[in-house]
């Protein structure tokens, strides 16, 4: 807990911008809407990017694989894993539109993985890695991996010159070819100063809409958190901004400050809704990213999260697939919070629970039921000692409490840090085209027209 | 803001395609795409150079051989696949009846004229053949005469490099006894390419909103005639 004290005091005589957090982009409801194949029943696998310690098991990063189906003889047991042969900090993972591979990061070496998990998702193959993220574009930390058609847009949160926060976006092709790169903005815009900090990405199709949000750069995620929040001037170089751009120009029209560093980025998605909601690490408050009555985009802190003044660190955030509920993880307390978001101009929490001694992402199946948490921030800023637990959690959710069902000791079984989670199903009732029926044979849909 | 509604969105029951693959999930209702705002001007924006289209040989609907590259060449082209059994309310015959609204207005437009060009491909050569998709193509392909070419392939072997390429995934669902059926599950996406044969944009059913892809159609016409050289550039 000597950290902690630490770093309250750091926040109460530094400035806002105290210590930032990764986390982020994890579940079934926070998958890039609009690719296919979206599970809404029962996830069969949980798929965990986890970052490799060293004298632990073989010491890499790797894809560690569980089965999740209740009705599985290996449910809640890991059933696959792959390493990839070295540690470049494994962060986080996004499905490709047709969901059938996973680009994975990772945040130091800035690798790029890329997994089958569309053939075999009980077993998924690497079968590709990028690494010319740095030589193209000159960013580094690829972090976010958002699925637009036929392509992968990475949120990136450092640059390989300074190593500070002012980095971009980058496009590459399903087939893992550079396309494009887009800087951060970090002139004015309607009288809002840019900092070219970048983090979550989020695209609404419907409104030509992609919000960003800002962090930190690699020489503060990669640093020592004890030491770090001893640097006063280290600490002022977190993010404080937001951006709105327009997705198909991919032009930043619209900056937001939000200091404290907004992380995740939800969209409500039910029709007629027009806001997104984040959190800020810093300063512990929900901010609303909303259209008013005149039509603009304005952003505004709408509530607070656990006491700010404690600074229980926010992390990451889940969205309820109908937009009315939010789980958010707070890292320094080990708490999971549920805020009814009915209002979304006034979000109250209505449940609680300590959950480990650090909790970080937090990922829910689309109909709720299901909950799911792994422990790991970052490596250099992971609690010490006993507070170091390093697991995944599995919880039953019936709307008034969260029941264990299962856990992984990731420290246990010699994995490593576990970080970000995906799901996926196993697919059955299918075959390829190869096989399909002489032409004979009846039509089954029958003739369009 | 303007509000732009697919015409299928009425019918937004999805039955086989435009979802795919796994058994666990529940696809529910489709939703038909929105728009909720006014589209970029043509020509203020870039489209993004996605990836080249590799040549390949196939069939048209008059059974032919025809060189994929000279129908993604040449001419805006906006490409995408069907198969001509397809009842989704929001896969094939969606798709086709945007392209044909968005046919009539290129037809409008004097800029276009003979600029502009779509190609469908099918998914099933097993059974659609150039009679079956010359057939099919009749309600599209009218007077005044517009390029649409229905297109197939002479075998599955033929067509999966093609599907490949373009990262077009598809599936054949099976029935109880583990037999493929007819029914194809695949995720719709449509493919606008230049002149030069780069694919610019994709649009799978969320962003299959026909203002957009209208005025990206026109951006890429505004682009061809910037690169294009100029008279006095020929006689230098």
Redesign the interface.
């Known amino acids: 807990m000597r950290i902690v004290h630490r770093l309250i005091l750091c926040i109460g005589v530094a400035t806002a911008f105290s210590v930032g957090t990764l986390a982020a982009y994890a579940d079934e409801t926070c998958n890039s ?2 690719m ?9 696998f949980v798929h965990v990017w986890t970052l490799g310690v060293q004298g632990m098991g073989d010491g890499s990063d790797k894809l560690v694989t569980i089965a999740a ?1 209740p009705t599985s003889k290996s449910y809640g047991k890991v059933i696959d894993k792959i390493s990839v042969g070295g540690r470049g900090e494994a962060h986080h993972m996004g499905f490709t ?4 591979y996973l680009w994975a990061g990772g945040l130091d070496d800035s690798k790029i993985y890329v997994f089958d998990v ?1 053939t075999n998702p009980s077993h998924p193959k690497l079968v590709k890695t990028i690494v010319d993220l740095p030589v193209k574009t000159g960013y580094a930390g690829p972090h976010t991996f958002y699925a ?4 992968m847009l990475i949120g990136n949160l450092s640059n390989t010159a300074s190593k500070d926060g002012v980095t971009g976006m980058s ?1 590459y ?3 893992g ?1 550079f ?2 790169k887009y800087p951060m903005p970090t002139g004015d815009i309607r009288q809002v100063k840019g900092d070219g900090y970048g983090y979550d990405i989020a695209v609404n ?5 992609l919000l960003t949000s800002s962090f930190a750069g690699s020489n503060n995620y990669m640093r020592d958190l004890g030491e770090l929040i001893k640097d006063p001037e280290a600490m002022k170089h977190f993010g404080n901004t937001m951006v709105m751009w ?1 997705l ?4 930043p029209e619209q900056i937001f400050a939000v200091p404290g560093a907004p992380l995740e980025i939800r969209w409500a998605l039910p ?1 007629g809704q027009n806001w997104a909601i984040t959190a800020t690490a810093l300063t512990s408050q929900l901010w609303l990213v909303k259209r008013d009555a005149g ?1 603009a985009w304005v952003a505004k802190d709408v509530a607070a999260i656990g006491d700010p003044a404690k600074t229980p660190l926010p992390v990451d955030i889940s969205i309820t697939a109908d937009a009315k509920g939010l789980w958010v993880n707070t890292f320094m307390d080990g708490t999971t919070h549920y805020f009814d978001l009915t209002d979304p101009e006034h979000p109250r929490q209505t449940y609680s629970k300590h959950t480990g001694s650090q909790v970080n992402m937090v990922s829910q199946s689309w109909d709720g039921r299901r909950v799911y948490i792994t422990s790991s921030l970052l490596s250099k800023w992971d609690k010490q000692g006993k507070d170091n637990e390093q697991f995944l959690r599995a919880f039953q959710w019936d709307g008034h409490d969260l029941t264990p069902a299962f856990e992984i000791d990731f420290s246990k079984e010699q994995l490593g840090r576990p970080h970000h989670m995906k799901f ?16 004979d ?9 | 803001m303007p509000r732009w509604r697919g015409a299928a969105g009425a019918a937004a029951i999805v039955s086989c395609a435009a979802l795919s693959s796994f058994a666990t999930e529940d696809p529910g209702k489709a939703a038909a795409p929105r728009m909720e705002f006014v589209p970029l001007a043509p020509g203020s924006y870039t489209l993004q150079k996605i990836q080249h289209v590799a040549d390949a040989v196939l069939l048209d609907s008059t059974g032919h051989s025809v060189r994929l590259a000279a129908l993604t060449q040449g001419k805006i082209t906006l490409l995408t696949f069907f198969y001509t059994y397809c009842a989704d309310p929001l896969g094939c015959p969606f798709a086709h009846t945007t392209l044909a609204a968005l046919r009539d207005r290129v037809r409008r437009d004097p800029t276009l004229t003979g600029r502009v060009r779509f190609v469908s491909v099918s998914l099933d050569p097993t059974h659609d053949t150039p009679d079956a998709i010359a057939a099919y193509a009749g309600e599209f392909t009218g007077d005044p005469p517009f390029e649409w070419r229905f297109l197939t392939a002479r075998s599955v072997p033929q067509l999966l490099p093609v599907l490949a390429d373009f990262g077009q995934d598809v599936s054949v669902d099976v029935d109880e006894g583990g037999r493929a059926t007819r029914t194809l599950h695949h995720m719709l996406k449509m493919f606008l390419i230049d002149a030069r044969g780069e694919v610019r944009e994709i649009y799978t059913l969320a962003y299959i909103q026909p203002p957009v892809i209208f005025n990206d159609i026109k951006t890429l016409a505004l682009e061809a005639g910037r690169q294009a050289p100029s008279a006095a550039d020929n006689r230098r």
């Not at chain 1, 296919?36 to 069969?44: A, T």
């Not at chain 1, 996926?424 to 032409?439: I, M």
């Open positions: 809407p609009y296919s194949g979206l599970i809404k029943g029962q996830e069969d189906n539109d047709d969901r059938k569309g637009l058609p036929g392509r496009v092709n399903n087939k070819d396309i494009a199709p419907a409104k030509n809409a327009n198909k120009s991919m032009q029709e039509g996926t199903a196993s697919p059955q009732r299918l075959a390829s085209l190869t096989d399909a029926p002489a032409a044979a009846p039509a089954a849909a029958g003739p369009a027209r």
